[in-house]
């Protein structure tokens, strides 16, 4: 079991920045690919970014390439994903994900999800 607890979400105005923050525990998780997901009511749920765990090789989202990076600290067990220049449009719940095999929709961990709302 992968238990997955998120942070570092609120409320920014357009422009500014935000860092979430997923700290995982539970066995062997420094083994799992790591990723986040976001989502607005109405819409499915949708790939932010994703960050394996082996040789830390990454890829995001295209809205957010060059705004958004995601990193690890296998030391401390946790994901982070710096945010910056926020649009309205990344307005959204932010859900931590983490996988022994692929980041996707149907991956096996999820948080509960960090709320993120940028103003304009």
């Known amino acids: 079991q992968v238990q997955l607890v998120e942070s570092g979400g609120g409320l920014v105005q357009a422009g500014g920045s935000l860092r979430l923050s997923c700290a995982a525990s539970?066995?062997?998780?420094?083994?799992?690919?790591m990723g986040w997901f976001r989502q607005v009511p109405g819409k499915e749920r949708e790939f932010v970014a994703a960050i394996s765990w082996s040789r830390g090789t990454s890829n995001y989202l295209d809205s957010v390439k060059g705004r958004f990076t995601i990193s690890r600290d296998s030391a401390k067990n946790t994901v982070y994903l710096q945010m910056n220049n926020l649009k309205p449009e990344d307005t959204a719940v932010y859900y931590c994900?983490?996988?022994?095999?692929?980041?996707?929709?149907?991956?096996?961990?999820w948080g509960q999800g960090t709320q993120v709302t940028v103003s304009s």
């Open positions: 994900v983490a996988d022994r095999y692929l980041i996707t929709t149907h991956s096996r961990y």
């Open positions: 539970g066995s062997t998780v420094s083994s799992y690919h």
